[in-house]
C-alpha cells in the first residue's frame, strides 16, 4: 500500500519501516533459508525478482507491509509525541531517518496486512453474506516473520503485530479506501474480521496471537495449518492501545 510509504511506527519493543528498495538484499538473504521458505509458504527467488516483488507490494491496494527492525535509542522512542509545536503553532514533525534507523544489522523480520474479500461476500445469495446495505466486507490476514533467529522469543514478534494493528486501528478509514480505490467496484469495503494462519505445532505463535485477542477458529488443514481469528475488529471490538506507540515521518533524503 502507498498508504504507509512515508511513515514509521516507533514503540520501546520495536521500529516499523515501509519495506524500501534498500532493505531487499537482507530480505533476499533471510528468503534463502529453507526453514524460512518452509514457514512462509515460499518459493526461492533471485534477488532480481526480489526487488520486483519490493515494488510490487508498495503500489498493491490489498497489502501493507512493514520490516521490523530493532527498537530505536529509549530516550528517543520514549518522547512524549512524535510532533513537537514551536511558538508560532507550526509542527516540528520528528523523523525516523534511512538508513540509519533501519540499516540491515537492524533489521529482523517482517510483518504483514493482506486484505481479501471476506468469504461470499460479493454473493448475494452465499451462506456467509451479512447484509450491510452497498457495503461489502473484507477480511485482513496478519502475519509475522521475526527472521533473524538471534532475536526470536523476546516478544518482537508480538510487538511488531500490536503496532501494526494500532496502525490499522488509527487509520481504517484510510487502508480501507485505498483498498476500494484499487478493487475498482464501487461503494464501501468494512474491514469485518482479522485473521491469522499458523502451523498447528507453531506454539510460539499461536501464544503470540492468542495474547493478542485472535482465537482458533476451526482444526487443522490439509496443509497442517490453523486458523486464528479476531472477530469485529473492524468495528473496535477488543483493540487496546499500544503503550509508547509514535507514527513518525520516514525521511529517504540520505539514501544515495
Avoid at 500500500?1 to 532493505?23: F, G
Avoid at 511558538?87 to 523480520?109: H, K, L, Q, S
Avoid at 461476500?121 to 502475519?143: I, M, S, W
Wanted: proline share 4%; net charge negative.
Amino acid at each position: 500500500m502507498r498508504l504507509n510509504e512515508h511513515i514509521a511506527i516507533s514503540t520501546p519493543k520495536v521500529l516499523l519501516v515501509p519495506y524500501d528498495a534498500h532493505h531487499v538484499p537482507r530480505y533476499h538473504e533471510w528468503m534463502q533459508d529453507p526453514a524460512i521458505q518452509e514457514a512462509t509458504a515460499s518459493e526461492p527467488l533471485t534477488l532480481e525478482e526480489e526487488f520486483e516483488n519490493q515494488q510490487s507490494w508498495r503500489t498493491s491496494h490489498d497489502k501493507l507491509t512493514f520490516i521490523v527492525c530493532k527498537p530505536l535509542d529509549a530516550a528517543i522512542a520514549s518522547s512524549p509525541s512524535s510532533t513537537a509545536t514551536t511558538e508560532g503553532g507550526e509542527e516540528d514533525r520528528v523523523y525516523a531517518t534511512a538508513p540509519e534507523t533501519d540499516a540491515p544489522a537492524r533489521m529482523v523480520g517482517d510483518v504483514n496486512l493482506f486484505l481479501t474479500p471476506w468469504e461470499d461476500a460479493d454473493d448475494d445469495e452465499g451462506p456467509f453474506v451479512e447484509k450491510t446495505g452497498k457495503d461489502r466486507l473484507c477480511n485482513a490476514e496478519v502475519d509475522i516473520m521475526i527472521a533473524d533467529a538471534a532475536h526470536r522469543g523476546q516478544g518482537m514478534g508480538r510487538a511488531a503485530v500490536a503496532a501494526l494493528l494500532e496502525f490499522v486501528r488509527r487509520n481504517l478509514d484510510m487502508v480501507m479506501e485505498e483498498y476500494e480505490q484499487g478493487e475498482g467496484k464501487g461503494g464501501k469495503v468494512r474491514l469485518k474480521n482479522l485473521v491469522a494462519k499458523i502451523k498447528a505445532d507453531n506454539t510460539g505463535s499461536i501464544a503470540l496471537f492468542r495474547g493478542l485477542g485472535f482465537r482458533q477458529s476451526a482444526e487443522a488443514n490439509y496443509f497442517g495449518e490453523i486458523e486464528m481469528r479476531f472477530e469485529g475488529f473492524g468495528d473496535g471490538m477488543g483493540v487496546c492501545e499500544v503503550q509508547g506507540y509514535r507514527e513518525w515521518v520516514y525521511d529517504r533524503s540520505r539514501l544515495v
